[in-house]
């Protein structure tokens, strides 16, 4: 009997955290959202709340973690675009361990240039062709093409260092922030 109401226990906590990390990710993107300047930056802040479901309690509920953080950024948030970013890119701390796995640099480093290129590509073709937001579609008219270009490519690059700082982000969790939550040292 004790097992079982220990076993209730753990799902309760991990219910509850994940539940609790998905609103973090959701006022994350809200604040966002509002702010224009923040449009690219809130989305990758809001994805790094995943790193502590992942480490703690796996896959599947960072999946469900950024599921529901995703589905009430598209409804709740003003800024769609920031919405969609989060839904297109936001679930790579999920998928990064399977990049870490490939041993050679450079494969590695090719492979996520074009996970990022790839998924870059899907979010501006779905919210121009698909969503329709005219203002984005305006915007990148007005720049040109060379411009539009420059801002891909900084985007991919700026995508680049957000993937060093996830593992700098995942390193501080690890050693500096998991041991002092009690509450989760109980739990194994």
């Keep these: 009997m004790e097992r079982k ?9 991990a219910l509850t955290f994940c539940a609790v990390l998905a609103a973090l990710g959701t006022v994350i993107m809200l604040v966002g959202g509002v702010m224009g300047i923040a449009t690219y930056a809130a989305p990758l802040m809001a994805s790094c ?15 469900l973690t950024w599921l529901v953080t995703a589905v009430l ?3 709740l948030c003003a800024d769609k675009e920031c919405a969609f970013f989060y839904v297109f890119i936001c679930y790579y701390p999920v998928i990064r361990g399977f990049f870490e796995r490939i ?6 480093v090719l492979l996520k ?7 870059v590509a899907l979010l501006y073709a779905f919210i121009c062709f698909v969503f329709r937001l005219d203002a984005v579609l305006e915007e990148f008219s007005e720049t040109g093409a060379l ?13 680049l260092f957000y993937d060093a700082a996830l593992g700098a982000a995942w390193t501080i969790y690890e050693r500096r922030i998991r041991p002092r939550l009690g509450f989760l040292n109980k739990k194994r």
């Design 73 to 75: 950024s598209v409804l």
């Design 147 to 159: 411009m539009t270009a420059l801002f891909f490519a900084g985007l991919i690059a700026a995508l």
């Design 49 to 63: 709340c995943l790193i502590p479901v992942l480490f703690d309690f796996g896959r599947g509920r960072a999946w």
């Design 113 to 119: 240039l074009g996970f990022f290129a790839a998924a």
């Design 5 to 13: 109401r220990d076993n209730i226990g753990n799902m309760t906590l």
């Design 103 to 108: 041993r050679r640099r450079l494969p590695r």
